[in-house]
């Protein structure tokens, strides 16, 4: 339980979930960080979800604290990383999470639609990523870990802009690692499979969607998300110390085929 012992670690889009309803990846990660040692900085957009979920897990004991963050500004993630190194004196492992999507094809894709996801799903994370890497560098050290999607490595029948903004994420992920390795600041990406999270949870209600999602997957089964979380304990963990650049696919088989 003590992986994460002294880390001072930021999760975006974290709040989306409280501990009575669907904890999306995030939330899942801030719970397992926690548990794991860490000192844990909620962040997203609804703040009364966000700051609820922190008193929860305050009300378990754990040092968690929530910050307003709306990813695709600047200026919001400057005062939030400041913040984290004003009262932590720094920051020791990013989550980038946040995250939206849309469901249209190409030819049903507006640039409305496009912008829109890509502002948070692309633009948030390469902000994240440069904000947290101008604190980490004079430590020498730090880990950054972006949440694609098995849409970042395959395509379908549908989500054109998400698949976009994914795919992009596994590129920026791979550039950073290797731009930022001479500061030891290591750089990976999980790529979650089908798993309920609030992000799709109008799934839920569909038993026909869902037996025609899950019949692609060759375990069978919805990914739980805390399997998503303990991914991400190790990345940040010093356990994977000589990990970056790497995809961490967590997909039930799905994209072995």
């Given amino acids: 339980m003590d992986r994460l012992t002294n880390k001072v670690s930021l999760i975006t889009g974290s709040g989306s979930g409280t501990m009575d309803s669907i904890l999306g990846f995030g939330g899942e990660a801030a719970l397992k960080f926690c548990e794991e040692g860490s000192t844990v900085i909620i962040s997203d957009v609804d703040d009364e979800k966000g700051q609820r979920f922190s008193d929860q897990l305050n009300e378990k004991g754990f040092p968690a604290y929530y910050r307003h963050l709306n990813v695709e500004k600047e200026a919001e993630w400057e005062e939030t990383i400041n913040w984290i190194c004003d009262t932590f004196g720094k920051l020791d492992v990013?989550?980038?999470?946040?995250?939206?999507?849309?469901?249209?094809?190409?030819?049903?894709?507006?640039?409305?639609?496009?912008?829109?996801?890509?502002?948070?799903?692309?633009?948030?994370?390469?902000?994240?990523?440069?904000?947290?890497?101008?604190?980490?560098?004079?430590?020498?050290?730090?880990?950054?870990?972006?949440?694609?999607?098995?849409?970042?490595?395959?395509?379908?029948?549908?989500?054109?802009?998400?698949?976009?903004?994914?795919?992009?994420?596994?590129?920026?992920?791979?550039?950073?690692?290797?731009?930022?390795?001479?500061?030891?600041?290591?750089?990976?990406?999980?790529?979650?499979?089908?798993?309920?999270?609030?992000?799709?949870?109008?799934?839920?209600?569909?038993?026909?969607?869902?037996?025609?999602?899950?019949?692609?997957?060759?375990?069978?089964?919805?990914?739980?998300?805390?399997?998503?979380?303990?991914?991400?304990?190790?990345?940040?963990?010093?356990?994977?110390s000589w990990v970056t650049g790497s995809d961490l696919v967590i997909d039930g088989g799905l994209t072995a085929q």
């Fill in 94 to 240: 990013l989550v980038n999470n946040a995250g939206t999507a849309n469901r249209g094809d190409v030819l049903n894709t507006t640039e409305e639609d496009w912008d829109r996801v890509n502002q948070v799903n692309a633009k948030g994370y390469f902000l994240g990523i440069k904000t947290a890497g101008e604190v980490m560098k004079p430590e020498n050290t730090g880990s950054i870990i972006n949440v694609s999607s098995i849409y970042g490595i395959v395509g379908s029948l549908h989500s054109f802009a998400y698949h976009a903004s994914k795919g992009a994420i596994r590129t920026m992920t791979k550039s950073a690692a290797i731009q930022l390795a001479k500061y030891k600041i290591r750089v990976n990406a999980i790529y979650p499979g089908y798993s309920m999270t609030p992000l799709n949870k109008d799934l839920s209600n569909d038993p026909a969607a869902i037996k025609v999602r899950l019949s692609n997957v060759p375990m069978g089964s919805w990914i739980p998300p805390e399997q998503i979380a303990w991914g991400m304990v190790y990345l940040a963990s010093e356990e994977s």
